[in-house]
């Protein structure tokens, strides 16, 4: 088969049909794979959320809500049920003063505002050193850990800044973010409690006290 | 050529990492663990292997003048097509390999052989070698990715070798992919000088 | 003051050859010669910025109102790559000396993932807009002029000097790349 000659009509026309060919399989692969990649970004998070707060037979991505902090951050509660009671509340909090920005983390607590769990899910933390915090402020070591601590009775600082909390060696600056985080969490749920601007979606009541 | 020596090019004599030194920004970029070299190997390779069968079969339909913007048309639809299908089945490794994955169609290995071997040859041919040299791609980011992971982090495809606080980290960072890949391909050499 | 954080971050901190590993193959290709990098710098810096600019005004009028998103990669390299002939024919006519001495790289910008991964970044800065694109696009083209123009004249020293000869070439040259990678690291922080 000779090849196709360069005129300016066979350019455009294959170029073009080209283009539509690739357009139309890429819609059809996107129609294809619309439903999976939502289904794993929804994974994604429940397993975040099953991870930091305790057993759970409600779906907490159908009961989320959002609320605002006082910073101006936009933090998502995934509140967690088991046979209609709250029993944790997943919380998706985030701080601007990583050492090299943003970091968001799944924080998990019970109705009562004592620490469960937690999970980080993004950060650009220096590796080996703000990194550490996925598993350091979790550890049973010394003053390193926040689980079962509970932001009102206990200050949840790094020990420079006058807390309880051991900051990671070296890396004091991502340290304190991360507490940040799990302050902003706090306050705004605390904050909802007092002043309710969202109702649940079922009429359970909520169960433990400020 | 027979198809052996068609297939097996891309894994010594012609590898595009070793040899050619081509696709150097992903293999830095994306290999500091063996998962994330082979993962982001197997994608080119598909890529690779698919546009290298588009083009063969439809070489003679395009102008010569255009060839250049068409191929990339090509590799980018199926780079697209790669992209959404990680993202839907495997997420975790879609995540790791962010920004690289759509940077596959700036792969002057893919164009490359688009250009050079696919626009030339025949469908059957240009397939094998397709699979040839981006396996051969793979094998070298699995390399160098598990180098890295080991040297960085005590781990191999995440199985402890030896306890992180032992492991250099600078080898999973940025330094250490140059400096780890520029040993890498020492070796090579003196190894080829003496075969 | 975020425009200066963004420079910043952009020439030291997060440079886009150093740390990001994106223009690595002209990075490595181009820097034998501190002349031939400022050419390619130059090069590169204009097609960035305009890539940037055409690139985020078809991710803001026409994928996103569409809904077709994933068209993004096909989209941007296409826009790239006639941007490229584009620079290529206006060079020809307006500094043919220019042209000549920039001879084979011209073509090559098509492949520098450091452009369409700039174009692609760009969009994902907060609240992104087009003078942030912009100046984001500027500086990631310093950025990879100083890490060339840098390792050019290193590579000029490195020819003059007895080398192994297993290391001798892209060898040196790769582990060179990785002890200034180590030093921009100093930077990282500042922002």
Known sequence: MAKTESTLKNMVLTLLVI?????ASLGFMYELTKGPIEAAKAAKQKAAITEVVPDFNNNPGEEVYELTSKEGFILKFFPAKKDGELVGIAIETMTNKGFSGDIKIMLGI???GSIINYQVLEHKETPGLGTKMADWFKTDKGNQS???KHPKTNKLLVSKDGGE???????????RAFLDAVRVAYETYTENQSNPTVTSNTSVEEGGTE | MSQWNNFSKGFFKENAVFTLLLGMCPTLGVTSSAIDGLGMGLA???????????????KNLIPDKVRIPAFIVVIATFVTIVEMTMQAYVPALFDSLGLFIPLIVVNCLVLGRAEAYASKNNIGSSIIDGLGMGLGFAMALTILGAIRELLGSGKIFGTVIFPEDYGMLVFVLAPGAFIALGYLIAFINQVKKEA | MEYVLIVISAIFVNNIVLSQFLGICPFLGVSKKISTGIGMTGAVTFVMVIATIVTFFIQKAILEPFKVEYLQTITFILVIASLVQLVEIILKKVSPPLYQALGVFLPLITTNCAILGVAILALKLEDTNIVK??????SHAVGFGLALVTFAGIRE???????????KGTPIALVVAGLLAL?????????
């Open chain 1, 110 to 112: 019970k109705p009562d």
């Open chain 2, 44 to 58: 080119t390779t598909f890529v690779l292997v698919m546009s290298n069968l588009v083009v063969a079969l439809i």
């Open chain 3, 183 to 191: 030093a921009f690291m100093g930077f990282a922080g500042i922002v």
């Open chain 1, 146 to 148: 926040i689980i079962a």
């Open chain 1, 165 to 175: 909390v051991d900051a990671i060696t070296a890396a004091t600056i991502s340290s």
């Open chain 1, 19 to 23: 283009t539509c060919v690739a357009g």
């Open chain 3, 133 to 138: 694109s912009v100046v984001f696009a500027i």
């Open chain 3, 157 to 167: 020293q490195l020819d003059l000097m007895d080398i192994p000869k297993g290391m």
